[in-house]
């Protein structure tokens, strides 16, 4: 089926632990993004990427790594984590072009905890 | 950086009217888009606004002042189903790199009966 498809949906880690969160999405929107969802924060975004190869960093980006070799996977690694790095990870992605609304189509989450 | 302002919640009867406000600072604004997401769910695109005005989907409305740096949601009729976090977003951007969001805080809308 066609969409954005985020996986694991929840897990569970340990401190230190390397923990990739996988986002697929087979709309070839150009852009993608990772954010991070916290009580009393919103939305923040972490890293996003405008085409194939070309990533660069959000608003939170300490602790994260991404890579996006093909259009339709953009990864984020948590290379050791950290209990504060325990949120819920939203994947999106948008075709945005300058005349459209932008809208980002979402994941339905990854609910990280790192014990 | 951006900053966006948004109230933390909002309350009210179903069939009334509900404004949520949003006030933003930002470089290389765009637009103002607006999402809702229920609990336990994922966000959800509501509506965008790139010029002043009012843009009406239904029983939702959206306005921008970008002169003020100021938006709201208007809820019409408001439904039980209506209760939901929504969350302004500025987009910013230019040329090529348009297209980035970030988000307010999210008010929290409890519709009662």
């Known amino acids: 089926d066609a969409g954005i498809t985020q996986s694991p949906r929840y897990k569970i880690t340990e401190t230190g632990r390397q923990v990739t969160l996988m986002c697929h999405q087979t709309w070839s929107h150009s852009y993608m993004f990772w954010y991070r969802q916290d009580l009393g924060h919103g939305l923040r975004l972490i890293y996003y990427s405008a085409a194939a190869d070309i990533t660069d960093k959000g608003e939170v980006p300490d602790g ?17 984590a950290t209990r504060s790095q325990t949120s819920v990870y939203f994947c999106a992605s948008s075709e945005a072009r300058g005349s459209g609304t932008g809208e980002l189509f979402f994941g339905e989450g990854s609910r990280l905890t790192v014990l | 950086g951006q900053s966006l302002e948004q109230p933390s919640e909002v309350t009210a009867v179903e069939g009334a009217i509900v404004q949520i406000n949003c006030t933003y600072q930002t470089s290389g604004f765009y637009g103002l888009s607006w999402y809702q997401q229920h609990d336990g769910g994922a966000p959800t695109f509501l509506s965008y606004n790139a010029l002043d005005g009012l843009e009406e989907t239904g029983r939702f409305s959206s306005f921008l002042s970008r002169s ?23 987009r910013v951007g230019r040329g090529s790199t348009l297209g980035r969001l970030y988000f307010g805080r999210g008010t929290q809308l409890t519709v009662w009966p």
Do not use: W
């Open chain 1, 64 to 80: 994260y790594v991404v890579s996006r070799s093909k259009t339709e996977n953009f990864p984020l690694t948590l290379e050791s």
């Open chain 2, 68 to 90: 003020d740096s100021y938006g709201y949601l208007l809820l019409q009729e408001l439904q039980m189903k209506d209760s939901a976090s929504y969350f302004c977003a500025v």
